[in-house]
């Protein structure tokens, strides 16, 4: 049963999101709270005007030594909006837009509200209509809005430009890690990072310096093993050469192999420590031709080199460990190969090497990790594509219908492409 990825996340988007959440529910709550409270003041209000126009009314009354005359004023505008109206109280009561009513106090009646106020000889009746008051509610939330609309989305943009320079650090240093290469294994700088990220960085560097120091003693011990091995292999394949016994001649075919084997090892030491990678130029004809002439005698099989019509190809590559690449790949297809291994240069720079193989041609580019049927160590495509990738070569490796084929592409490296006359 296969376990589901973890699904990604990011920490300054979570937090982001999650704080304008709640600065936006807090905005909300404050602005409905706020429209409730001026609702409730409002009221009050609107009931004071009301109070205040009754008192000035029976004031009014008061001064005046004759008997009230039934009336009735629109107070504001003329659309009924809000009425006052006077009449007698011992007379019946004139028509109103709401039903009659016995007692003092606030009524609210058929859309209005409505205050009454009897005394010994007047009934006092003024009253505001409820939707004239839901206006004047309406008008006065939407001036506080307008007030506090624009504070809020201030107050959001702010709250994320913030929330984005608390998160930077973190996002700095995941780019600084995602942007290092493989083979980088400086510390990582814990300068400009939170008391909460250092601990990490820290954790980093020293984990990155043991792999460093480990590394550096691999690569050591390989190179002072391959560096101490080839002058005694050297001098046992002296001694076999001279020697007239015919086993000590068949053993020469193994010293040999063993001698490349050794070989490799120090490629591959040199090439993780960067040495030898130079700029070159090199002549990538000459190069083929002088290794092509130098592997031949010792294969039953014939190498076709097929050079273009180029007199010479010049690219910016050391030539010395160019011809190690080169070198790798045409024994590899030499030893894994089952006819006429075939060079072959195009006018562009790209360098193809086929053989046919009998069977399945699992290419292994671990290292260590043979191919079925080698009797070498797994080195040589390892060392190829990491040599490819150090000098910039194109490297593409294809295998199809019993014929494996591998193509470098050297023309971003190209310096002068002479044709032959």
Excluded at 120 to 148: C, F, G, N, T
Excluded at 158 to 176: H, M, Y
Excluded at 337 to 366: C, E, H, Q, Y
């Amino acid at each position: 049963m296969t376990s589901r990825p973890a699904r990604r996340w990011s920490l300054a988007r979570r937090l982001t999101r999650r704080a304008l959440v709640l600065a936006a529910f807090g905005w909300l709550a404050t602005v409905a709270l706020s429209l409730i409270a001026l609702n409730h003041e409002l009221e009050e209000m609107f009931d004071e005007e009301l109070q205040a126009l009754v008192e000035t009314t029976i004031l009014s009354l008061d001064a005046t030594s004759e008997a009230p005359i039934p009336r009735s004023w629109g107070v504001g505008t003329a659309d009924g909006e809000r009425l006052l109206r006077v009449f007698p109280a011992a007379g019946p009561a004139p028509l109103a837009p709401w039903p009659a009513l016995s007692g003092n106090g606030f009524f609210d009646s058929q859309g209005w509200r409505i205050l009454r106020r009897e005394t010994d000889e007047a009934v006092i009746e003024i009253a505001h209509s409820k939707a004239w008051r839901h206006e004047e509610m309406i008008e006065a939330a939407s001036a506080l809005l307008v007030l506090i609309v624009p504070l809020g989305l201030l107050l959001l943009w702010g709250l994320r430009r913030l929330t984005a320079r608390a998160t930077a650090p973190v996002s700095r240093l995941a780019q600084s890690v995602a942007a290092r290469r493989p083979d980088d294994l400086s510390p990582v700088d814990p300068d400009g990072l939170p008391d909460e990220l250092r601990p990490l960085a820290v954790s980093v560097s020293a984990y990155l310096a043991r792999i460093d120091t480990l590394r550096r003693s691999e690569r050591d011990f390989i190179a002072n093993a391959a560096h101490e091995l080839r002058t005694p292999l050297a001098a046992i394949r002296a001694r076999l050469d001279l020697s007239g016994d015919s086993d000590a001649k068949a053993a020469i075919t193994g010293i040999d192999a063993l001698t490349r084997r050794v070989e490799r090892l120090l490629q591959l030491s040199r090439l993780e420590a960067g040495v030898g990678i130079g700029k070159g130029p090199a002549d990538l004809v000459r190069l083929l031709r002088l290794l092509r002439d130098e592997m031949a005698p010792r294969d039953t099989a014939s190498i076709l080199f097929d050079d273009g019509d180029l007199e010479t190809f010049t690219v910016a590559v050391d030539p010395d460990a160019l011809a190690i690449l080169l070198r790798n790949l045409m024994e590899n297809a030499r030893e894994h190969g089952d006819g006429t291994m075939t060079l072959r240069l195009t006018p562009r720079g790209k360098l193809s090497i086929g053989n046919p193989v009998a069977g399945p041609a699992p290419l292994a580019f671990s290292r260590f990790s043979a191919g079925a049927g080698s009797n070498g160590q797994g080195l040589g495509l390892s060392i190829v594509q990491a040599m490819s990738r150090a000098m910039g070569i194109g490297l593409d490796f294809e295998s199809a219908e019993g014929f494996v084929t591998v193509t470098l592409d050297f023309a971003g490296l190209a310096v002068r492409s002479d044709h032959a006359t």
